[in-house]
């Protein structure tokens, strides 16, 4: 059978920033600084650090 295996503690690597002109949090690579998603709602990503 498989296990239901879950991520403990928050991703490495990634940050997530606020955008005040979309009202949206978004989310990048920190090695890069390039932003990889946006949020639909206005909740932030679960497991990634704030900046």
Not at 11 to 34: L, S
């Amino acid at each position: 059978m498989a296990k239901n295996v879950s991520r403990t503690g928050s991703v490495k690597k990634r940050d997530q920033v606020w955008n005040p002109r979309t009202k949206r949090w978004t989310k990048r690579k920190k090695q890069t600084g390039r932003f990889m998603d946006q949020k639909a709602d206005k909740k932030p990503f679960k497991r990634v650090r704030k900046k």
